[in-house]
C-alpha cells in the first residue's frame, strides 16, 4: 500500500460544479497535511493546510478525518481557473514531506 | 524580494557530462529538499537536509550528489551516472516545526 494515494482522475466538471477529493495516508502517525495545487509545468503551490476541526477559505473546504487516515478537498462553484493538478501531502515529526500523486481536475465551460 | 530561486530555468546538456542546479532561499528555513518529477508523475524526493553540513538521501538519490555549506544554499549535482537525468527538478524549503513546504520555480533539465 503506498503511503499517501489520491484517485488521479482526471475529473471533469462543469463550471458552477462542487467536486471532492480524498487522500488516504497510512501513517497513524502523521501529524500535518497539506493540499497543493500545481499547474501544468510550474511548481506545486500550497492551496490550504488541514487542521483536526476542519477549515473553509472561500470556496474550498478541507478536512480530517484521523480515525479512517484521510483528509478530503471540496471545491464549490468550480471556475474554470481551478483546472489544475491537486497533490495531497502528509508529514511525520522525520520532517519529510510524503506525497500523494495527485488527482487532475479538468473544469469545462 | 522573498523566496527561493533556482536557476537555470532551463538546462540543457549532452549525456555524460554532469550538472549543478542552484537553488538559494533567503527565507532563512532550515529544511532544503531536491524533488524530481517525471511527466505525469509524483514528486521524488531525491535529497533533503535540515541543517548546515548534514544531509540525508531520499528515495532515489542514486546518480545524484549535493553539499549544504550554507544555510541559504543547497546545489544538486546530476551526475553522469544518473542514468535518465531528463526531468523536472524542483527545490523546496520548510521553516522549524509542522511546516509547509515552499517551492522554486523549478529546474527543466533536457539530457541530449
Known amino acids: 500500500r503506498k503511503e499517501v494515494e489520491q484517485d488521479p482522475g482526471p475529473f471533469n466538471v462543469p463550471e458552477g460544479a462542487t467536486v471532492a477529493f480524498n487522500c488516504t495516508y497510512s501513517?497513524?502517525?502523521?501529524?500535518?497535511f497539506f493540499w497543493y495545487r500545481q499547474d501544468c509545468r510550474k511548481e506545486p503551490k500550497l492551496l490550504m493546510s488541514?487542521?483536526?476541526?476542519?477549515n473553509e477559505d472561500g470556496r474550498f473546504t478541507a478536512q480530517l478525518n484521523r480515525a479512517s487516515q484521510y483528509i478530503s478537498l471540496l471545491i464549490r462553484d468550480s471556475k474554470l481557473s481551478d483546472s489544475a493538478t491537486y497533490l495531497c501531502?502528509?508529514?511525520?515529526?522525520?520532517?519529510?514531506?510524503?506525497w500523494g500523486l495527485g488527482t487532475s481536475l479538468a473544469v469545462n465551460p | 524580494d522573498g523566496g527561493i530561486t533556482q536557476s537555470p530555468k532551463y538546462l540543457f546538456r549532452k549525456e555524460g557530462q554532469n550538472v549543478t542546479l542552484s537553488c538559494e532561499q533567503n527565507?532563512?528555513?532550515?529544511?532544503m529538499y531536491w524533488y524530481r518529477q517525471d511527466p505525469g508523475q509524483g514528486l521524488r524526493l531525491i535529497y533533503y537536509?535540515?541543517?548546515?553540513?548534514?544531509?540525508q538521501k531520499g528515495d532515489i538519490a542514486e546518480g545524484y550528489s549535493v553539499s549544504r555549506e550554507k544555510k541559504e544554499s543547497f546545489p544538486l549535482t546530476v551526475t553522469s551516472a544518473q542514468k535518465n537525468p531528463t526531468a523536472f527538478y524542483l527545490c523546496?524549503?520548510?521553516?522549524?516545526?509542522?511546516?509547509?513546504?515552499?517551492f522554486g520555480q523549478g529546474t527543466r533539465l533536457t539530457v541530449v
Open positions: 523546496a524549503t520548510r521553516d522549524r516545526g509542522i511546516t509547509e513546504a515552499f
Open positions: 537536509s535540515q541543517i548546515v553540513n548534514d544531509f
Open positions: 527565507l532563512n528555513h532550515d529544511a
Open positions: 488541514v487542521y483536526s476541526s476542519g
Open positions: 501513517n497513524s502517525a502523521s501529524q500535518s
Open positions: 501531502v502528509v508529514a511525520g515529526n522525520n520532517r519529510k514531506l510524503i
